[in-house]
């Protein structure tokens, strides 16, 4: 039994859609365990200063990750040893790897003396305050991150192209496990610095997941002096995508710099949300843009840009039909969906309605993200690697500058009426709904930008979108309407004085309106529809017949 769960762990997935759902399924796992963490938080601190202090000590390793860690990525290292052999494999990765221990070491390093510093520029009023020596110790901790995860990034680029991504899906759910572990077990012993520890184990095992397929693969890397030539090369492929990703941390980090003078709980709420936002984009958005991106790479030359605008176009259709069932369904029950994951200990009524508003924003935007992480993949399986970075500091900017705007706009103007229309305009702190708002916005450009750039990669891309655009709207009306008459309904027959009577009323409206949803979809014949339940019947009862939905462009090569 033991052998057989461990070889259905291992097994590689090859159909786009198969892979796609049980990417789905586990990043379920991954993602209940991330709620749960963010309720023992919200349990143990509430939206207070120590819960800011956390976020943001993230925020600079964070800006750390992108721009070292993302030189040896593996959305770079895939397309490069997708059909290499196994010598030249390992010759990349083991150069990868030392290149970001060396380089990434060392700034590392750096930033730990100067951490101080920067968080005094960032946060004027964290620096002055009775934990800030915790504070500061926190971030010098969190600068391992970078490291371990980078190097993680290098050995996952084997994996995924030898197509574990079951393996693959678990990292994050390990991860998870070790900042719930560091909450309960390491901060009573040592404060803010115990969870650090916390996110380090996580970190680590976060790393080990990959190991078992390197090293049957014969490619586990060896520290060595990189090749200036070889590094060279990968660094500039890598150097848009760095710059890309490191324009969506500082943004980022700007928006958090100033949550962090609107009041105290702002940063905490607003990473609540986001944290509440990023479960459907983790399974939808992500989950088709990690699994079509192998098959992206290899039908990404010109003459199967054909198989490539299809593979695209299917997964684009999927994000985009879901994404927006979801968030029909996502503003009807944000309320309930606050409750039942943040709503006890010191998360008071105040936090959970300015959260669930928040949570409400961030959603609008989910269409734009998840076609986002799908769009930038594509760009960069087409070698195509600037223009994500030319967009994300177009998008990045104007979420800047609409923060900025929105901000020093009188309070009687649009946050009076933002706060109105959520219904929180008796709570206090709700300026923190405007940086959500030009997030949103942000990410809509960003997604608009992204679809123009692959107009001559994928010619014809955009009319067939316009389809999914349609059901999902037709869908999500149907549903979200359904789900609430089913709260009104419900709610003359039990008090919601109880986590269980909330729950039960969110998880039946929501039921509803998931089923209503198929059955809209059903009716006017939505094809990503009737792909999606063949799809769940191959994978759950014909697990043989895995490559009958959609098979990649090329045959899985031997080696990595």
């Known amino acids: 039994m033991v052998r057989s769960i461990l070889e259905s762990i291992t097994a590689p997935i090859r159909g786009l859609h198969q892979a796609a759902y049980l990417l789905a399924a586990l990043t379920l796992a991954s993602q209940a365990l991330a709620l749960l963490r963010d309720r023992t938080f919200a349990h143990t601190f509430g939206a207070s200063e120590v819960l800011d202090l956390y976020y943001a000590a993230f925020r600079v390793p964070d800006l750390v990750f992108v721009l070292v860690a993302s030189l040896v990525s593996a959305y770079v290292l895939i397309p490069r040893i997708t059909g290499m052999d196994r010598e030249a494999t390992r010759r990349l990765l083991s150069e990868s790897a030392s290149f970001l221990f ?78 719930i572990l560091g909450t309960i077990v390491f901060y009573p012993l040592w404060g803010l610095p115990g969870i650090g520890i916390g996110v380090i184990i996580g970190a680590v095992a ?81 989950s088709y843009a990690v699994a079509a991106f192998p098959a992206l790479s290899e039908a990404s030359a010109p003459k199967n840009r054909d198989e490539f605008t299809r ?14 069932v979801a968030l029909g369904l996502g503003i009807v029950l944000r309320a309930h969906i606050v409750r039942v994951v943040l709503g006890t200990g010191a998360f008071d009524w105040d936090a959970t309605r300015l959260t669930a508003a928040l949570f409400a924003l961030f959603i609008v935007g989910l269409v734009a993200q998840g076609t986002v992480l799908l769009f930038s993949r594509a760009l960069y399986a087409a070698r195509q690697s600037w223009w994500p970075f030319f967009y994300q500091l177009a998008g990045g900017a104007l979420t800047v500058f609409f923060a900025i705007l929105f901000l020093s706009m009188p309070s009687t103007g649009l946050p009076a009426s933002l706060a109105t ?85 969110g998880f039946i409206a929501g039921m509803v309106g998931l089923i209503v949803s198929a059955l809209a979809l059903y009716l006017i014949e939505n094809k990503e529809f009737r792909i999606v339940t063949n799809a769940l019947s191959k994978l759950l009862y014909e697990k043989e017949q895995r490559s009958a939905v959609l098979n990649p462009s090329a045959e899985e090569s031997k080696q990595p």
């Open 421 to 505: 229309l959520l219904r929180v305009s008796d709570v206090p702190g709700t300026n923190i709904l405007l940086l959500a708002l030009a997030a949103t916005l942000g990410q809509i450009f960003l997604a608009i930008l992204s679809l123009f750039a692959l107009r001559k990669v994928a010619v014809g891309l955009a009319r067939t979108l316009v389809r999914p655009c349609i059901d999902g709207c037709v869908a999500a009306l149907a549903g979200g309407s359904a789900a609430y008459a089913m709260l009104v309904f419900e709610g003359g027959i039990a008090p919601l004085t109880t986590l269980m009577a909330v729950f039960t009323q």
């Open 206 to 286: 976060y790393l080990m997941v990959n190991v078992p397929v390197v090293i049957e693969a014969g490619v586990f890397p060896r520290l060595c002096v990189p090749s200036v030539k070889v590094m060279m090369s990968v660094i500039r492929d890598s150097v848009p995508r760095a710059l890309a990703l490191s324009m969506g941390s500082l943004t980022m980090l700007l928006l958090t710099a100033m949550a962090s003078r609107i009041g105290t709980g702002s940063i905490s709420v607003f990473s609540f949300a986001g944290n509440l936002a990023a479960v459907p984009l983790a399974l939808i958005g992500s």
């Open 311 to 324: 593979i695209l176009s299917s997964s684009a259709r999927h994000i985009i039909l879901w994404s927006i």
């Open 102 to 179: 060396g380089v990434g070491g060392l700034i590392c390093i750096v930033l730990a003396f100067l951490m101080p510093q920067f968080l005094v520029l960032l946060y004027p009023n964290f620096i002055s305050s009775p934990n800030s020596a915790d504070f500061v110790l926190l971030a010098r901790l969190l600068l391992l991150q970078p490291i371990l995860l980078g190097l993680s990034g290098v050995l996952s680029s084997v994996t995924q192209v030898r197509r574990r991504f079951m393996l693959f899906a678990i990292s994050p759910i390990l991860y998870n496990i070790g900042i």
